[in-house]
């Protein structure tokens, strides 16, 4: 299974971008698909997931919308009003069942950069 991220760049404050992340490979079916972000020197931490329900971190709401194509095994991360505090290295993440051995494995996208310029 693979994760293949994209969408990141520079962009001024204010402005919006949208991260896409396909899931490919052996896949029997998706559970939660979601994305964090890290900062050189600080932990990565959780933006969005997309499950069940949906969950954000307290420092994105009403700013960040994640969504899911199932039928294509992406998820996005629509991304608005950035501030500089966004930049970040953002990664996507995927809870998945692998055709192969049926098991559960999270799974890790390569990471895209987002900078946001004041």
């Known amino acids: 299974v693979q994760l293949q991220a994209s969408g990141g760049g520079l962009v001024q404050a204010g402005g919006s971008l949208r991260l896409s992340c396909a899931a490919s490979?052996?896949?029997?079916?998706?559970?939660?698909m979601g994305w964090y972000r890290q900062v050189p020197g600080k932990e990565r931490e959780l933006v969005a997931t997309?499950?069940?329900?949906?969950t954000y971190a307290d420092s994105v709401k009403g700013r960040f919308t994640i969504s899911r194509d199932n039928a294509k095994n992406t998820v996005y991360l629509q991304m608005n009003s950035l501030k500089p505090e966004d930049t970040a290295v953002y990664y996507c993440?995927?809870?998945?069942?692998?055709?192969?051995?049926?098991?559960?494995?999270?799974?890790w996208g390569q990471g895209t950069l987002v900078t946001v310029s004041s």
């Open positions: 490979g052996s896949i029997f079916s998706i559970n939660v």
């Open positions: 993440w995927g809870n998945i069942w692998d055709s192969v051995y049926g098991r559960l494995n999270g799974y």
């Open positions: 997309s499950g069940g329900s949906t």
